[in-house]
Nanobody, 127 residues
Framework: QVQLVESGGGLVQAGGSLRLSCAASGRTFSSYSLGWFRQAPGKERDFVAGISWSGGSTYLADSVKGRFTISRDNAKNTVYLQMNSLKPEDTAVYYC????????????????????WGQGTQVTVSS
């Protein structure tokens, strides 16, 4: 069982930065690959970024490449999403999710493959 708690959301002007954190409980955190998804009002929950259990592989949605970075600290049971050059279209609730899957390179963007989800944190980017 893994429990995930996101933090770091807020209101920021376009062009600004935020760093989201997702703290996980459980001694097997390092066994899980982790992803960030986001959901804007009236839209589907979409993949944003993913990182393998070791941190050796990272994946980013095309819409955030060059602006967002995902990282993890297994010693702190935490995964981070550094968001730079934010745009109004980045406004959404951001969710952290965990997956215990040996085929992460083929499943990182598939929402239904993830086993555990956090409650989400709101990010609002004003123009």
């Amino acid at each position: 069982q893994v429990q995930l708690v996101e933090s770091g959301g807020g209101l920021v002007q376009a062009g600004g930065s935020l760093r989201l954190s997702c703290a996980a409980s459980g001694r097997t955190f390092s066994s899980y690959s982790l992803g960030w998804f986001r959901q804007a009002p009236g839209k589907e929950r979409d993949f944003v970024a993913g990182i393998s259990w070791s941190g050796g592989s990272t994946y980013l949605a095309d819409s955030v490449k060059g602006r967002f970075t995902i990282s993890r600290d297994n010693a702190k049971n935490t995964v981070y999403l550094q968001m730079n050059s934010l745009k109004p279209e980045d406004t959404a609730v951001y969710y952290c999710a965990a997956i215990r899957n040996n085929d992460y390179s083929n499943t990182y963007s598939i929402r239904d493959e993830y086993d555990y989800w956090g409650q989400g944190t709101q990010v609002t980017v004003s123009s």
